[in-house]
């Protein structure tokens, strides 16, 4: 599977959140999933045995807000012609906050990634684990920064990085102790590094050998050390056909983490990360070099879109979800694009610094 453009999942995350607010009194919430290429005929035929079904429910309330809600389901499932290629996401049930006045509605949604699985769920809550799951990021780097006193291990997982675990080393120091003769100072000091590497192979085997959805590891250290750690067999075979790439790091920490990323953007070009960083990069050099051609900040950029000159949008997914939602609907009436950012990363950091709004213009306006 494909990531999802990073418009893709902010309307799938802001679909869930609609239906995550609402709470039936009883099992009362209806949640369909209908598989890509399933007849929606039997989907119909089905709710309707469950409509027939639910007149058996003792609460009377509860009877009338289920059969209801199947009700409105069938009648909003007969308007399509068949089942849409992703397949189709339909929850239906009472949204008022108010006792003794129900307010029925109907939510469908035609996921971004194919629907698998065929399911019908009445409950307290809608079911949006199968919408949650595909927000998720499916393909993840390793990332390990080691020297011969310390190692981080970590995963990059879409604009994440996340710190899994940490140890450090017995090598002395590279002052001996007193009585010590150098030689044997130094191979001491051989023997625990070995044994530290040792030590780093095995962890490194415990994360990463069975870990589903593993695009590859990228190991950084200073010096020659991830090739002493890379060129010795502490690694099974499995584990190091999947190193993808080395890069010279200062750091051993999280620090050392982030490094490996910023230096290993050939391989990273397709990451979501990486596409993120480079366009927030892009926005940076071109108000340092040509300030006529962006806009940032809430006003300047609805000034933009009004006067139809803004081509692409960036929106900090920390926005306020109204502003959020304003300025996205206004964008796509204008045929701007909207990209959303995350705050995972230094740019997307300094992109809420100025606002969390900013955009690219087809010409100048200034």
């Given at each position: 599977m494909s990531a999802l453009t990073s418009l893709e999942k902010h309307k799938l995350k802001k679909f869930i959140r609609t239906l995550e607010k609402i709470r039936g009194r009883h099992t009362e919430l209806v949640s369909v999933y209908i598989p890509a290429g399933y007849d929606l005929n039997k989907i119909i035929g089905h709710i309707l045995q469950e409509q027939g079904t639910a007149s058996n429910i003792k609460d009377k309330t509860t009877r009338t807000h289920v059969t209801d809600s199947l009700e409105r389901m069938v009648r909003h499932l007969r308007l399509y012609k068949c089942t849409p290629p992703n397949g189709l996401a339909v929850f239906s049930g009472d949204a008022s906050d108010r006792e003794g006045k129900p307010d029925i509605q109907v939510w469908a949604i035609e996921p971004p990634v194919a629907v698998n699985a065929r399911l019908y769920r009445c409950e307290q809550t809608f079911q949006l684990d199968l919408l949650k799951e595909m927000m998720e990021f499916k393909d993840v780097f390793g990332l390990v920064a080691l020297d011969r006193r310390e190692c981080t291990i970590g995963l990059l997982k879409g604009t994440q990085i996340i710190s899994l675990d940490n140890i450090t080393s017995g090598v002395p120091g590279k002052t001996r102790a007193g009585g010590q003769s150098a030689q044997r100072f130094s191979r001491l000091r051989e023997e625990a590094a070995k044994e530290f590497f040792k030590r780093i192979a095995a962890l490194m085997q415990d994360y990463f050998l069975e870990m589903k959805n593993l695009k590859g590891i990228l190991i950084g250290g200073p010096g020659t050390t991830k090739e002493d750690f890379l060129n010795e067999p502490y690694l099974n075979n499995q584990i190091k056909m999947k190193v993808i790439g080395t890069q010279d790091v200062g750091y051993t920490d999280?620090?050392?983490?982030?490094?490996?990323?910023?230096?290993?953007?050939?391989?990273?070009?397709?990451e979501a990360i990486t596409e993120e960083r480079d366009i927030i990069q892009k926005f940076l050099k071109f108000l340092?070099?040509?300030?006529?051609?962006?806009?940032y900040g809430k006003d300047e950029v609805l000034n933009a879109i009004a006067l139809n000159a803004a081509d692409k949008i960036l929106l900090s997914d920390s926005l306020e979800e109204n502003l959020s939602n304003e300025i996205e609907e206004k964008a796509e009436a204008s045929g701007a694009v909207v990209m959303f950012i995350s705050t995972d990363t230094a740019e997307g950091v300094q992109l809420k610094e100025i606002g969390g709004i900013a955009a690219f213009l087809r010409y100048s306006i200034s």
């Open positions: 999280d620090t050392g983490l982030r490094e490996i990323v910023e230096k290993s953007q050939d391989i990273l070009a397709k340092a070099t040509k300030p006529s051609m962006v806009a």
